[in-house]
């Protein structure tokens, strides 16, 4: 019927499309949001795209406009490519903000210690991006920052598919390292000498597919890992340009799916430190939440899945132009805001949030989570709507997080009354709306104690860097969500969406009551 | 029989409470068992598939649903050991080594167990030595395995295999499930049949009877 048909993944928007082997990208990309801004002679430069798996040949034109650079790390024109293989594209015209921390240190009411000398680099490797930055250890000063999408993504967008590519016999570890050695070197540039110490941070996978460590351990139950410790590494055998006295880490983790970027996160939200109940949640494919004060910190994970990415959203996209990021209730419509102000394309994490907090409280979406008036649709921004199954996946992936808060808080023997303070750390906890969290019970907690914290792992690891040692931590305790009792009860409770703000969820009463009568 | 009503009423709107104390009147007035399975309880669990497959009812409903029928089933099973009477089909069902997932599959069983088949739950995490103990000691006619994760997916090829090495893999038929199973994998590994959701799994089951 047709020529055979090459599989492209777009990246960071991960949108997967076939095209006929052979023949030129421009045709099968302009269909999805890409744009050729020279229409395709290859002159403007607008369409570079990044080849994080599978291979483009360079063209006349790439050198053209490309440094050599450029070409080793595989940026290519889309609209001179021709997908004779499978491939994985970064875009750079869809690229992401990915979000790094500007604080400088001491941070208010850190003790100042006595100034080291020399220049540290802080890495967060994050699943789906990495940012790093310099740090003066004298002055606590910021001098530079590098944040990319970790080339990875080439094997998959969640940690599951790293894993599996990693025990098929894939070479992550050495992908990653060199993305790094690149970052570090451009980092510290003119100054390599005076660099003393490099500390990095991430989940438990990050940290064993950095580390050469096995991921076997992380791929089944219990998934306990006998390699959750600290990793120190010289930097000639990583292949990094730094004097061989600079000393290479990554943190500890603290249990088989919470890592080290949340040991950081406590660190950097100064939970320890007080006798006030904390909590921080990364909001991410995989939750996690630490609550805990001086006396001690407990932690788990929680599988949200992709809906916060708006993942499994039909129409849904990562926040990038044309994306709908915001969604107002405005005389009983919804009113979108779109990035970039383009025409609306899609829907983002925060604009799904928002807009189902929205429905519930124009009444368009029930508390149970059905679309009220049987249409099974939101219309949101033309032609943006939201569906059914949609609403049904946020309640997934709420109910997750909502679940896993509750059971902690239950361990600490503790209610929401008890928090001080809530931090979100991560990119979706910085640009969704609190008082929309609060409304769908994504977080069940007054509003005025919830704070977008932003990347607490990048600026934990600064402190962790500018401390040279551990800062001496009370007991943190990983708790198995799947293995604690009443886990099911508490996500099916908490699936449902409170019937007005403030109010506790339809199915708290009715599935109690089913336990006992069960 | 008002109770009939009121049962299917019971496990419809998910009260486990209501459904028991109707069962437990029911009983008391003489009602058999078998009629209230056929006439409250699958009725009502395949309205609660529908609703779910209109998008009407989602997980925590299925739950609610599944709780509320097996308050009654605890009511009426000791009844039917006593005077010998059997369910047709015996279904054993299990999330696959290394999964630890078990809500989707408890979703399932009960599901299974509302439309009249007698389930054998052996919860999370079973390895294929238990799969295989399972269907030797309980003879079932069906074994469904559930995985959640992309990387515990091959478990369920390890316990086909399993089975096949034990000799029983002709006796029973297999299907699977779970959020990254497709048909295309169920083929590979040798499964006879997969479903993409619960109610989807009851009419899977039936099909590979053909008792449909």
Not at chain 1, 4 to 24: D, H, K, Q, T, Y
Not at chain 1, 78 to 95: D, H
Not at chain 1, 375 to 398: H, I, M, T, W
């Amino acid at each position: 019927m047709s020529a055979e048909r090459v599989r492209i993944r777009l990246e960071p928007l991960s949108v997967e499309i076939a095209a006929a082997r052979g023949a030129l990208l421009i045709s099968s990309l302009a269909d999805h949001g890409f744009e050729f801004p020279c229409g395709g002679t290859g002159t403007c430069g607008g369409c570079g795209v990044r080849v994080l798996s599978g291979s483009l040949p360079v063209t006349d034109a790439d050198r053209e406009v490309f440094g050599a650079d450029e070409l080793a790390q595989g940026w290519r024109l889309a609209c001179q490519a021709r997908a004779e293989t499978a491939l994985v594209l970064e875009c750079g015209q869809w690229r992401m903000d990915v979000l790094a921390d500007s604080a400088g240190l001491p941070l208010a009411g850190m003790q100042v210690g006595a100034g080291r000398r020399g220049l540290g680099i802080a890495i967060d490797l994050g699943t789906t991006t990495i940012a790093a930055q310099t740090i003066d250890l004298g002055s606590g000063q910021v001098l530079g920052v590098e944040t990319a999408l970790n080339p990875q993504a080439g094997f998959g967008a969640d940690v599951m598919s790293r894993i599996r590519a990693a025990l098929h016999g894939a070479d992550l570890t050495g992908v990653i390292r060199a993305a790094l050695g690149q970052m570090v070197a451009r980092l510290a540039q003119g100054r390599a000498d005076e660099m003393v110490a490099v500390i990095l941070v991430g989940n438990t996978v990050m940290h064993h597919l950095f580390s050469g460590c096995s991921v076997e351990p992380l791929s089944h139950a219990p998934f306990a890992s006998p390699y959750l410790d600290a990793e120190s590494f010289s930097p000639a055998a990583l292949g990094w340009a730094l004097p061989a006295s600079c000393t290479v880490r990554f943190v500890q983790c603290l249990g088989g799916f919470v890592g080290s970027d949340i040991l950081a996160g406590i660190v950097a939200t100064g939970m320890t430190r007080g006798e006030d109940l904390v909590a921080l949640v990364d909001l991410g494919t995989n939750g996690e939440i630490a609550i805990g004060n001086r006396n001690g910190v407990v932690c788990a994970s929680t599988a949200a899945g992709p809906a916060f990415e708006a993942g499994t959203i039909r129409m849904g996209m990562r926040a990038a132009t044309g994306a709908v990021s915001h969604v107002a209730l405005d005389n009983g419509a919804l009113k979108a805001t779109v990035i970039g102000d383009a025409e609306p394309r899609g829907i983002c994490g925060s604009g799904l949030v928002d807009a189902v907090a929205a429905g519930l409280s124009s009444g368009a979406i029930r508390a149970s989570g059905r679309i009220a008036g049987g249409s099974k649709k939101l219309p949101v921004a033309e032609p943006v709507v939201l569906y059914q199954s949609d609403v049904r996946e946020l309640q997934l992936a709420k109910g997750a997080i909502a679940a896993g808060f509750r059971l902690l808080l239950r361990r600490l023997r503790a209610s929401a009354g008890d928090l001080k303070s809530i931090y979100l750390a991560g990119a979706f906890g910085n640009y969704v709306q609190i008082e929309s969290a609060v409304r769908i019970g994504l977080m069940e907690a007054p509003q005025a104690l919830i704070h977008a914290a932003g990347n607490t792992a990048l600026r934990g690891a600064k402190l962790l860097l500018w401390a040279g040692d551990d800062p001496a931590l009370p007991p943190i305790e990983h708790i198995s969500l799947a293995a604690e009792p009443g886990f099911e009860d508490e996500f099916a409770n908490c699936m449902a969406f409170p019937e007005a703000a403030g109010e506790p969820s339809m199915f708290a009463s009715g599935l109690a009551s089913g336990a006992h009568a069960g | 029989m008002a109770q009939i009503q009121e049962l299917y009423d019971a496990i419809l709107h998910g009260n486990a409470k209501q459904a028991h104390a109707v069962t437990q009147a029911a009983i008391e007035a003489g009602a058999e068992p078998l009629p209230l399975i056929s006439e409250s309880m699958m009725p009502a669990m395949e309205a609660v598939g529908r609703l779910f497959e209109e998008e009407e009812y989602f997980v925590p409903e299925l739950l609610l649903a599944g709780r509320a029928m097996k308050s009654a089933m605890e009511l009426l099973r000791p009844l039917m050991t006593a005077s010998g009477q059997k369910l047709s089909t015996r279904v054993v069902i299990g999330t696959v080594k290394g999964d630890l997932h078990d809500i989707g599959k408890n979703i399932v069983a009960s599901m299974l167990e509302g439309s009249g088949f007698e389930v054998i739950d052996l919860g999370a995490d079973v390895s294929p030595e238990n799969f295989v103990a399972a269907v030797e000691e309980r003879k079932p006619q069906v074994v469904c395995m559930s995985a959640l994760l992309t990387v515990t997916m091959p478990a369920m090829k390890t316990t086909i295999e399993a089975l096949k090495n034990a000799g029983l893999r002709t006796q029973v038929k297999v299907l699977i499930g779970g959020a990254p199973v497709t048909s295309q994998y169920a083929k590979e590994i040798g499964a006879d049949g997969y479903s993409e959701n619960a109610s989807g799994a009851v009419s899977a089951v039936k099909n590979l009877l053909a008792v449909a």
